[in-house]
């Protein structure tokens, strides 16, 4: 099956520091990637559509200015988490959707911890 | 709108018991595809089936079968002799690409099978 990555896979940070989280599709070119957060023993929470060469499409709540995201490529697209504080802490998720199967692929997920 | 149940929080069984995941779905596309996702404890999701609307045909792929009714709007997910490295979070999902449809896939609150050895 396709493979996404996705980096880092874990990464602590002081509160008030920038994060990138960078997520690549390594065999397919994505045009829609999803950026998801993850709350411990919860589904999860769909942040944002990234389509590729254009700004990406933010659910409602959440903060465009505070995660921002760029999908530079078709391959790669990238999550910065501004300002981090304590409760942004949490597990996020990347994917790149296939087509024409509208199959999700997903990367392993960066657990981010802001101390 | 698009909507996703899973009823059953948590699934606790033990080895080589069958099991069967529910998953009940609404969408107003007459067109439209369904995932199963699993995301073990490293946390990693994992595809496993994608079943388009109108492939009612159900799938069996070793322990793992599928039985997609579109009568009853359920695609339900059975693990046959279930084992422990069975243990994860399974996510149903629903695509409606179509017909105006959002691509945005719409997830399921999950189920939390354990199984006990």
């Known amino acids: 099956g396709a493979v996404v990555s996705q980096h880092p896979s874990w990464v602590i940070c002081k509160s008030g520091t920038s994060v990138k989280i960078e997520c690549r599709s390594l065999?397919?070119?994505?045009?829609?990637m999803f950026w998801y957060r993850q709350f411990p023993k919860q589904s999860l929470m769909l942040m944002a559509t990234?389509?590729?060469?254009?700004?990406?499409?933010?659910e409602q709540g959440v903060e465009k200015d505070k995660f921002l995201i760029n999908h530079a490529s078709l391959t790669l697209s990238t999550l910065t988490v501004t300002s981090a504080h304590p409760e942004d802490s949490s597990f996020y998720i990347c994917?790149?959707?296939?087509?024409?199967?509208?199959?999700?692929?997903f990367g392993p997920g960066t657990r981010l911890t802001v101390t | 709108a698009q909507k996703v149940t899973q009823a059953q929080t948590e699934i606790s069984v033990v080895e080589k018991e069958d099991v069967t995941l529910d998953c009940v779905y609404e969408?107003?596309?007459?067109?439209?595809?369904l995932f199963w996702y699993k995301q073990p404890p490293s946390g990693e999701l994992v595809f496993l089936i994608r079943?388009?609307?109108?492939?009612?045909q159900n799938e069996i792929s070793g322990r793992y079968s599928w039985n997609f009714q579109k009568s009853t709007s359920s695609f339900n997910f059975t693990i046959t002799a279930s084992q422990v490295v069975d243990s994860a979070v399974y996510f149903c999902?629903?695509?409606?690409?179509?017909?105006?449809?959002?691509?945005?896939?719409?997830f399921g609150r999950g189920t939390s099978l354990i199984v006990h050895p």
């Open positions: 994917s790149a959707q296939a087509e024409p199967s509208y199959e999700q692929y």
């Open positions: 065999d397919f070119q994505a045009t829609t």
């Open positions: 990234s389509n590729e060469g254009s700004k990406a499409t933010y």
């Open positions: 969408t107003r596309d007459t067109t439209y595809y």
């Open positions: 079943r388009n609307s109108f492939d009612e």
């Open positions: 999902a629903l695509t409606a690409p179509w017909s105006g449809g959002s691509y945005i896939p719409t």
